[in-house]
């Protein structure tokens, strides 16, 4: 990789000159699909923008122009360019590179992404800060990757095009989210159909109204001139959506043609106002893997680097998405009325097995997870029972319509949070630490977190027959033991606890999966003579008044454990309830505090807080020595 060899910074790229600007995107594309082989990461969008990253590189001059990267797992190829190259074997690895974009990591990326949509409104305020303080710098939005499924992109170019700011869009076009776009929109910009005939033919008329208004003179025909104008770009131009924005559009151009691109950023960063430059682009282009398998590159286990196929896992275990998809695909056949709704992640739900059975009760609404939970509520409204499964960190952007459209009228609409808890290398930006908190202040809704794949079927079968909102959550991980098929478990009771271990003193009331590691802490603490309680606390809200008011008869400390944010979470819920109940019973917390968290392992980050069978353990050895020196 000689020329890649030779890149320290995005000066190095702009000295080069254009003939080598193509082998240098073979050899930026090589490295990537080697090096996330190994590391294991988002690996389809970072292909598909390699030639777009170099000729935004090579066009402007960052970080003094700013260009904004939407969806920050398309910048793989603009970290190794710009001066993290020998970093990217850390990608995703505790202490190193981040798989997004991150401020505090380079002064080029200008602001931080791993959400959908952000990039235009973000652009837009800093051409606002430019302009206030009279600076002159470009700023480019990179939108794409299924971004323009979401509204949010919408919202700033509404905004933009009303202010008239000089800011630059590159819609980056590559057909997909996770799974491919959906929407009208996505048919829209798939049926502008590139033709040099059609951009040539409108500015040619523009020029030549232009020049007859000149000659002609007078106030009506200079208007008579704008009206026609305006029709002929309504004829010619394929980019109209964007023009009646406010946009200049340019487009559509070859997103993996340098020159193309490189000519026209050359044209378009030298005028004004807002401008458009549409480029299609192929998601996961080069990546080893035939065309059917477009999806499974999105975010890629390590692989084989010749082949594109995963290596081989030690795990047997099925994964918590798995257990869930195949749960609904077979309640959905005792239930005519379920459906499931999922905002671009059919794979990363476990929906898409829903799908392939059930492909008239499936709903990919797109990136636009308030949509989704409205839409759901609609049909609910009409005696459907949806099931909306999207991340826990993805679903904190529905908020005000979980609590709006759903709650207030207390519809049975089912939330399935994929991703909670610690997310591992995906990171900050992909921590599902907040669902506890936010859906406990939800009135009406139900809180629920399973311990193992047949409690989450257990779950999903209460959920059908209860009459309002209702939520669970469980992690990326492997779901402990394996699950039955949905027709052998029933129903969870609702509201419900589960004593797993009995014992004294101490009671440990473990949330979801922190059953297991409480579960192993007190195996520990009985070889030191500590015998504790162990209950499973499945229902976080409402949870089981009559057990919790007899384990505070019989305990005389009630250590919480969850693996979710401590401030405002089932902890904090279950300390204001012990407090009205018995004043003396003590309630530890234990859980995530209240920080951001580097990407690592999710073993690692758990370990990090104390969430594991040892953590817990030597919690409770501390509060117990500390006990006896306080009687003594």
Known sequence: MALLDSIRGPADVRNLPREQLQDLADEVRQRLIE???????????????????????????????KIVWDVGHQGYPWKVLTGRNAQLPTLRQAGGLSGFLRRTESEHDIFGAGHAGTAMSAALGMAAARDMRGDSYHVVAVVGDGA????????????????????????????????????????????????????RMREH???LIERASHLVGGKSMVEFAKTVEESIKNLWSPGMIFEELGFRYFGPIDG??????????DLVKNLKGPRVVHVVTEKGKGFPLQEPDREKFHARQPYDPVTGVLRPSQSKAPGWTKVFGTAITELAAEHPELVAITAAMPSGTGTDIFEKR??????????????????????????????????????????????????????????????????????????????????????NMTVTAPRDGAELIGLLRCALEHDGPFCTRYPRDKAPGPAPPAAEVGPVPYGSWEILREGAECAILAVGVMCQ????????????????????????KPFDRAMLEELVRHHRVLLT???????????????????????????VVLG??????????????????????????????TWSATETLSAT
């Open 35 to 65: 090096v996330v082989s190994q590391t294991g990461g988002h690996i389809g969008a970072g292909l598909g923008v390699v030639e777009l990253t170099i000729a935004l590189i090579h066009s402007f001059e960052t970080p003094g122009d």
């Open 148 to 199: 323009m499924t979401c509204g949010l992109p919408y919202e700033g170019m509404n905004n933009a095009g009303h202010s008239d700011r000089d800011i630059i869009m590159v819609l980056n076009d590559n057909g997909m989210s996770i799974a491919p776009n959906v929407g009208a929109i996505n048919k829209y910009l798939g049926s502008i159909i590139a033709s040099p005939f059609t951009n």
């Open 561 to 587: 454990v969850e693996d979710g944010a401590m401030v405002n979470g089932f902890g904090a819920f279950v300390a204001a309830t012990v407090q009205s109940i018995d004043s003396d019973v003590r309630v």
């Open 517 to 540: 590691p409480a579960m192993e802490a007190a195996a520990l603490l009985a070889e030191d003579g500590l015998d504790v309680t162990v209950v499973n606390c499945r229902f976080v």
């Open 256 to 265: 993996h043609n340098i020159d193309a691109m490189l000519r026209t950023f």
């Open 205 to 207: 008329v523009k020029h």
């Open 592 to 621: 995530i505090p209240d920080r951001t968290y580097e990407h690592a392992s999710r073993a690692q980050q758990l370990e990090e807080v104390g969430l594991t069978g040892p953590g817990i353990a030597e919690r409770i050895r």
């Open 358 to 443: 059930w492909p008239d009760r499936f709903f990919d609404v797109g990136i636009a997870e308030a949509h989704a939970t409205t839409f759901a509520a609609g049909l609910a409204t009409q005696g459907i029972r949806p099931v909306v499964a999207i991340y826990s960190t993805f679903l904190q952007r529905a908020y005000d319509s979980i609590i709006h459209d759903v709650a207030i009228q207390n519809l049975p609409v089912i939330f399935s949070m994929d991703r909670a808890g610690m997310v591992g290398a995906d990171g900050q930006t992909h921590m599902g630490l907040y669902d506890l908190a936010y859906m406990l202040t939800v009135p």
